[in-house]
Every structure is written in C-alpha cells, then in structure tokens.
C-alpha cells in the first residue's frame, strides 16, 4: 500500500509540473513568435509617422510580464545612434517630424519574455526601413469643377 501511495504522490507532482505556467508553452510560445512591423515605407521630413507591429505577447500568470523593446537607428545593423523608447505593452509607436536631409530610418521591436524563468529571452522582428524624404508626394487627381449656367 504505502508503494501505491508513494507513485500516486509523484504522478500528482508530475501533473503539477506539466500543468504549472513556468511549463514551456504552458502560456503562449516560448519562445515567442518574432513581431512582424508594419508603417509607412516612405515619409516627408516635415511629416510625422507611425509603426505598428503584431501583439505576441502572453500572460505569464506571476513573475516580470513580457514587454516590448522599440529601437530606431540610421544604422541599419543598430551599433551606433540607436534611439530605444521605454519597454511597453502596446503595439504602435509614433515619432513627430524626423526634419534633417533624406536618409533611411531603421526599426526593430523585440519582446522581452521570461517565459522560461526569471532570464529574459529576447525575439527581434527584422529590420523596417522608412525612407525620409524632402519630396512633396504628388497629389490626389480631381476631376476639374463643373459651374452651371448662371442665367
């Protein structure tokens, strides 16, 4: 009997384990699926803009939740110049005018996850380029207006 009572304990702590959040997956991928970043290919210097990336983030129940990191660089391999916003949880950032001459402005967003423990994992998206121009984009066609007779 006490054998019996003995392999029912382990089993019981194997389901535990197996059903705990720290489990691999137990709350979303781990690790998480890459953001995929999405925005304008192209902006006027004078002109402010936006990027939005997908939301792959999952509750980890206890323990640090899993952030976004947003960079921006004109080094497309991010070892100088980089500009990192504060860790968030939203999908968008938004920056006003770049100014300056045109150039290419480069994007990432990683998430941060502590999926497998208290150290955190890091997944980058690739690299999103924004070309800043100096160009005024061409404007919509119209059709001319139509006047009637005045009489």
Same mark, same amino acid.
């Given at each position: ?39 304008? *290919?192209? $902006?006027? =210097? &004078?002109?402010?803009?936006?990027? #939005? ?5 999952? +509750?980890? /129940? ?17 070892? *100088?110049? $980089?500009? =990192? &916003?504060?860790?968030?949880?939203? #999908? ?5 005018? +770049?100014? /300056? ?17 208290? *150290? ?27 006047a009637s007779d005045p009489r």
């Amino acid at each position: 009997m006490p054998r019996n009572l003995a392999s029912a304990r382990y089993a019981l702590l194997a389901g535990l384990f197996l059903v705990s959040p720290a489990a691999a997956g137990a709350n979303g991928s781990c690790p998480p699926n890459r953001p995929v970043v999405s925005g304008p *290919s192209e $902006v006027h =210097r &004078l002109e402010g803009y936006w990027i #939005t990336w997908t939301n792959v983030l999952s +509750p980890r /129940g206890s323990g640090q939740p899993d952030t976004f990191l947003i960079e921006r660089s004109e080094d497309p391999t991010f070892q *100088s110049g $980089v500009e =990192r &916003l504060q860790p968030t949880t939203r #999908t968008t950032a938004t920056w006003g005018p +770049p100014g /300056g001459a045109p150039r290419t402005i480069y994007h990432r967003v990683a998430v941060q996850s502590f999926c497998a423990g208290t *150290s955190p994992i890091r997944v980058e998206s690739t690299v999103f380029a924004v070309r800043v121009t100096d160009q005024c984009r061409v404007p919509i066609a119209l059709a001319p207006p139509v006047a009637s007779d005045p009489r």
